[in-house]
């Protein structure tokens, strides 16, 4: 099944306050998340997917600073994609993250 399909069925019928499961997902490097309903609980891939080094949040329900903090901890991260998410209108949120 590619990633995708999987994310689809795994996002089904869920609210925004439902969250993401990286069970049995292998990441590499790279991971699409766009236009989605997140809003949160990014602390699991921080925790369970150490190699990435591009996400992509953009379409997202992302507000505040606080949300995005636990990727400082993905060493490898070399591209955030946070296009079209609330919290790019926030006064220098690229220095403050």
């Known amino acids: 099944m ?3 399909k999987w994310i689809h069925l795994e ?6 306050s439902d969250f993401l499961s ?7 490097s790279k991971l699409e998340l766009n ?3 997140i809003s949160g609980d990014l ?6 997917c150490p190699n990435l080094t591009h996400i992509n949040l953009s379409g997202n329900k992302i507000k505040d600073l606080s949300t995005i903090k636990p990727l ?3 060493e490898n ?21």
């Open 22 to 28: 990286t069970i049995n997902v292998r990441l590499a």
């Open 72 to 74: 400082r901890k993905l």
């Open 2 to 4: 590619d990633m995708d």
């Open 11 to 16: 996002l089904r019928n869920r609210t925004s």
């Open 77 to 97: 991260l070399k591209r955030l994609d946070l296009f079209n998410c609330e919290v790019t209108n926030l006064n220098d949120y690229k220095k403050t993250c």
């Open 35 to 37: 236009d989605n309903r």
């Open 43 to 48: 602390e699991v891939l921080a925790e369970n």
